[in-house]
Each structure stands twice: as C-alpha cells, then as structure tokens.
C-alpha cells in the first residue's frame, strides 16, 4: 500500500504547537508532507487590510517556515499564489496528492471557499481531513448546543460548553516533519482579477502578488512588503509563533497577573507596556493556540492560593468572549456582518448606511452619504482630529500601530455611533477592519454591534464621555501626550479638553486650538482642532435616537427594513437619516420598554394598535418634508446591482 501524499494548508493556524489538524496529518504517517499557503486574491483585493497586518502576516510566515525547516531541512512553507479555488485541482494532480488537511474556518467567506475546494477533492479523488482548532470549541457544536441558535450570551456559551464536555488540553508540536516531495509545478497559473481592488490605497508601489505561481524567484518564498507593493508597516508589535511563546511565558510568569486579571479593570490608557496580554494578533494568526493559552492560564488560577478572578472577566472568560462571536458568526454566516436582514442585529436609522445589493441581501461595500455632516465626522474620527484628544489619542494610535485596549475600543465605537456621531456601526466596523493587527471578523463585527447597541448589548443610555472616562485612568494625560503630540506641554487641566485652555497658554504651550484639524501648523505655533461638537448636546440627541429606534422595534431582518417602508415609522425629531416616507407599507412593531431593558417584540406578533397610531400619526405630521428629503435615499440605502459573473463580494472577512 502506497504511503499517503499529503497537503497540509495552512490558513489559521501559524504555528506548530497545539495544532489538532497538523497533528492529523501526521498520523496519516506521510510519505511527503506539503506545508502550503494559497495566497488567496480575496484577502489581496476584497477585505480590507492595511500595511501593519500585512507585515504581521509575514512575519508568521517567515517564522513558521523557518521553524518547518528546523523539523526537517528539506521542508518550508511553500507560498502558492493563485487561489486555491483555482489552484487546488492543478496541484492535486502535479503532486499526485492523497490526502489534503486543513485547520476549520468557520468564517463567512472561508465556508463557501472551503465548500469548493472540498468539492474539488472529492472529484479528484483527494480524502480531505478537516480538524477544530482556531476556537475552544468547534462553533459549529457550539450552535448546535445552544439549540442551533447564534451564541448572543457568554452564560449561553457556557451552558453550551459544557454539553460538549471539557475544553481539550493543548498537544505539544511534532518534533519531525517529513520532507517535501517533487515541488515542480508544471501547470499554469491563473491569473485573479484584481478589480475591485479595495485595498488600493494601502500600496504605493508595483504591486505583484500574482507575478508567478512561486513567486519572483520560483522558490515559493514568503513575499516581502516591497513585492507586494505595500507602504511600509508603521506596527512595533511583531508577528510569529516564536515571539507568541515568549510572550505568554512571560505572562504565565507573572502568576499575580495571570490569576487575577480582572478586564474592566485594566487601563485603556497605559502603553509600554499595555494593561492586557497584546495576544489578540498572534490569536488571530493562530501563531498561538488559544487552548494553549486557556490551559496554561487556568491552571495557574487552579493553583493560585489567593482569590483568583473569574469568568467572564478573568483571561479564560475573555476567550469565552471571543467563542461567543465565533458561535453567533457560525449561525448567522454572511448576514452576521451586517444589519440587514440580520435577525440579530436592532435596526436603528444611522447617517451613513450600507447600500445594499438586494439580488444577494449583501452589503456592497459602498455606502450612502445621506448627511455631509456625518461625513465630515466620520473622516475626522477615522484620522484622529475630532478635537477630543482622547479619541484622537486612540484613533492614532490604531492607524499607526493596529492594536488599542479594549476599553479604548469602547470609547471610540460609542462615540462614533450612539454616543456622538450617530454614524452607522459597519462604517466604525470597516476601519477596524482596515487597521487592526488583530482584525477577527467574529470578533470585530460582534463587538461593534455590542458597543452600537444594535446586539448582545443593549443599554445605550450608558455613553463613554471623552473626557471623563479617561480622567479616571490617567489624570495626567500621558496617553494623550504621546499619541498627540502637540498638546504634549498642556497642563492637566486641560489635557482631555484643550479648547478651554485660555489663549495665552496655548501660545506658551505651543499650540493653538482652531480650526477643523485641517490645518496643523501655523508658523512656530502648531495647530490643533476644536471639537467638532459640543459632546453632552450629541450625546443627548443620540440617546433621543436610540430610544425612538428601540421604541420602533425593527430588526435587520423585519419585513420594513427588508423593504424600505422603515421610514414611515421614525420621527424627523430624532436624530438619523429618516430620509422621508417613501417606499411600501409595512407593519408597524411596538416595544415592551422604550429605555432599553426589555426585549423588542418580534415583527412576527404584529403592532399594537395604540402604538402603530401615535406612530403614524407622527409621521404623517412630516411627511411632507421627509418626502422631498427623501428622493435618492431610498436608492441610497437599497440598491439593485447585478452579481458580477456570479461573484459576490461581501465586504468583511477575516483576513488569513
Ligand atoms: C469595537 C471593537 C472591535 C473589536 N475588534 C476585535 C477584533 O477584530 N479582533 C479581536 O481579536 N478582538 C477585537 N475586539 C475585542 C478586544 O478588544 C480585543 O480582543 C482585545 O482588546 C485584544 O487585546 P488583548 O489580547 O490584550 O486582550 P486580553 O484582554 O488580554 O484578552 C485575551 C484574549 O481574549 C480575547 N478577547 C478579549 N476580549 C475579547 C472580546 N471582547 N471579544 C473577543 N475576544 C476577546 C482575545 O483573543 C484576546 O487576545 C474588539 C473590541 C471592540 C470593542
């Protein structure tokens, strides 16, 4: 009997420790072991990743190649470039491949791709062997404990933890690998379409992933910044399964931290070194395996002899969290991305929505501009000049190094959304995607919805002040002094809202306050805005909108929001693109507890007649303004856009 011929795809999982589906693959003993990385066109042109993750990935790269090769001399991780869709049938037969293995991915688009390339096994006579490994628990097991629902709750990730039994124990790396076989390709390449490409802005050289199928040199490298023409990666934090062990050895080390990490007590706003572990990168490039870090984190509280803290806000609950989005992403697939028809996600009527391809029931990746003023806020939040240093603070130091504190994370989705600006979570939830090093899709979408309100959380009276919430950290400023440099010599008294520093001190601290942060400079003096809004008015205005949405009731999937008619039923009064009456009648929906402590009745069990008269009437005292505002935003907000040959272009994805 002819040994097995195996390709072992690496997508998740950059690491070799803890690795139940490279372990898989050993077991088939091989006789010629393939360590592949596809590099897959959709995460080149369709999700958005900047500079800084880009450069993370390659060091996991690198340094997992490096290590393949440390096992066996006359292995590495070979880079394919082409996608695997395209490429996997070729390779089969070029290497008389057996068997291919792979880590799950239960991520929206990685199911459909994996379907396809499951499919072309199976065709070409190929055994596929697929093995959990990226989350505590299988997410798919997860949902169908929690009675095939979408895990919305940690206690519902708990309670559908222990039907599937015990979290299992890390296994230690393989200590030989075999070697590679043949490497010679003989087919070739197929050539991805590059348009449309979103992540143009984040080159500004050549870019050539797709020059040969193993690259410039024909030696299946790991490919650099500069051949990808990337702009140079501004992270200090660095990537690679090495750097992830060291790191949580020394956090391991320290059993006092490790054994009584409370979350909500961690600073937002301490740096170098940061108040959590900084282990979300290396999780996300599955350089370190999150039941590693379970494991050697509870077992430090199993021993601990003091109190030691708990889930959900000790470390072991903060994997829970992360479980929690990856089992409400299994469920829900595409739609858990966005609002609509996602039965999840509160419909609340932000500036800035999604234009919406109905063909597909998908974001398009555009959006429409329904306010020039959202606009202008949203440009402001993303470059960090608000005016409101801590946000700024923050906002800079996410473009610049791709990683903030949770907490800051809170304070600059809040404020984006219900707590200031009232733009629409998926604009908030698309730069994320762009910057962050440690860019989840799970994990990012579920928590810009738990900070807008719109799922998993719901008390949207409980706004985070741009001032306050950082005084309680760090009375200094510190924070603020070194991610906004120009206000670096301002007194304490004035750091977190410079605008009311008197004139002639900020002459003598060098910078002035004026302005809408267009200007930076003026002379000797530099130059920082004011705040683009008075905050307590904005905020203000924004709970009015919340409580009129939760008042209203709809959901991403109610028949209104799916039509269009949700117009009808909100107020010009409250804040948000009501964007007039336009479009079909739809039922109205009442709501148990407009402050948002209950629960919004389902579109399914129909208005309340006393409801569904103050409602319309309310709307028909606007309706002629809203008509004519209205025009162009019903086109706005849902579009009619043929699939491009078939291909659908969903807008967030994980990224490797
Ligand atoms: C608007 C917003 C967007 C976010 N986007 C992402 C994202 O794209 N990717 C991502 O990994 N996390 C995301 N988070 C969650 C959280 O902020 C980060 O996981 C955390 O700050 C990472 O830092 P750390 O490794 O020091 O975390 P620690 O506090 O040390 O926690 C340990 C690990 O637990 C996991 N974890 C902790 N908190 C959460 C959480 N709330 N949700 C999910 N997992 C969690 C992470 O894997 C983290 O590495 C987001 C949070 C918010 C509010």
Not at 41 to 70: E, F, M
Not at 170 to 191: R, S, V
Not at 227 to 255: Q, S
Request: charged share 25%; net charge neutral; aromatic share 10%.
């Amino acid at each position: 009997m002819p040994k097995p011929r195996v390709i072992y795809w690496f997508r998740t999982d950059l690491r070799l420790h803890d690795s139940p589906a490279l372990a898989a693959a050993l077991a088939l003993s091989p006789e010629v072991l393939y360590p592949i990385w596809t590099w897959d066109p959709h995460y080149v042109y369709r999700a958005r990743v900047g500079p800084n993750r880009w450069q993370y990935l390659l060091d996991c790269q690198n340094d997992l190649s490096g290590s393949i090769t440390k096992l066996n001399p006359r292995s590495k991780l070979l880079v394919i470039r082409e996608a695997p869709q395209t490429l996997f049938s070729k390779l089969f037969r070029a290497w008389r491949i057996t068997h291919l293995v792979f880590e799950k991915d239960t991520d929206a688009y990685a199911k459909e791709r994996d379907d396809e390339v499951v499919r072309l096994a199976r065709e070409a006579g190929v055994q596929v062997v697929v093995k959990t490994g990226r989350t505590l628990y299988d997410p798919d097991e997860l949902v169908k404990m929690n009675n095939g629902k979408p895990t919305m709750s940690i206690s519902q990730v708990i309670a559908a933890g222990k039907k599937i039994g015990a979290i299992p124990r890390p296994i230690p790396a393989p200590d030989w690998l075999p070697g590679l076989g043949d490497t010679d390709l003989g087919f070739e390449q197929e050539k991805p379409k590059s348009e449309p490409d979103v992540n143009a802005l984040q080159r500004d050289g050549h870019e050539a992933s797709y020059s040969a199928l193993a690259g410039p040199n024909a030696d299946f490298a790991v490919p650099t910044m500069e051949e990808l023409g990337l702009k140079v990666a501004t992270t200090p934090h660095r990537g690679g399964e090495t750097a992830a062990l060291r790191a949580l050895d020394e956090i391991i080390a320290n059993e006092e931290y490790t054994a009584t990490f409370e979350k909500p007590k961690t600073a937002p706003t301490a740096f170098e070194p940061q108040s959590t572990t900084l282990l979300s990168p290396h999780m996300h490039f599955g350089s370190l395996s999150c039941r590693l870090f379970y494991w050697r984190a509870q077992d430090v509280v199993d021993k601990h002899k003091g109190k030691a803290s708990q889930p959900p806000t000790s470390l072991t609950g903060q994997l829970l969290f992360r479980d929690m989005y990856f089992g409400a992403q299994a469920a829900l697939g595409f739609r858990f991305g966005q609002t609509y028809n996602n039965p999840q996600c509160r419909f609340i009527p932000w500036h800035l929505p999604s234009k919406i391809d109905t063909s597909t029931g998908m974001i398009t990746g555009e959006y429409q501009v329904d306010s020039a003023e959202a606009e202008a806020h949203l440009r402001r939040w993303k470059e960090g000049c608000t005016g409101f240093p801590w946000i700024d603070a923050l906002m800079r130091q996410l473009k610049r190094e791709g990683w903030i504190h949770h907490l800051g994370r809170h304070a600059v989705a809040c404020f984006l959304t219900r707590g200031g600006c009232y733009v629409d979570w998926e604009r908030g939830a698309e730069v994320f995607e762009e910057w962050l090093i440690d860019h989840e899709a799970a994990c990012n979408i579920g928590n810009w919805q738990w900070l807008s309100c719109t799922a998993f959380f719901a008390q949207f009276y409980r706004c985070y002040s741009p001032v306050a919430f950082p005084q309680k950290w760090d009375k200094e400023g510190n924070f603020v002094r070194k991610y906004v440099p120009e206000l670096a010599r301002f007194d304490k008294k004035y750091i977190y809202e410079p605008w009311k520093a008197p004139i002639a001190d900020q002459k003598k601290w060098g910078c002035q306050i004026r302005g809408d942060g267009s200007i930076m400079t003026d002379g000797e003096m530099e130059v920082y805005p004011k705040p683009m809004f008075e905050f307590p008015t904005r905020r203000d205005i924004c709970i009015q909108g919340m409580k009129n949405a939760y008042h209203v009731g709809l959901y991403g999937n109610s028949p209104q929001v799916l039509d269009g008619s949700w117009r009808r039923l909100f107020d010009d009064q409250a804040e948000g693109p009501t964007g007039g009456t336009e479009g079909p009648a739809g039922a109205m929906v009442e709501h148990e507890d407009n402050e948002g402590h209950g629960k919004a009745r389902p579109v399914a069990e129909g208005p309340s007649p006393k409801h569904t008269k103050k409602m319309a009437a309310g709307s028909e005292k606007k309706a002629g303004h809203k008509r004519e505002a209205s025009q162009g935003t019903l086109d706005g907000m849902v579009t009619r856009k043929k699939k491009k040959d078939g291909e659908v272009f969903p807008n967030r994805t994980h990224f490797g």
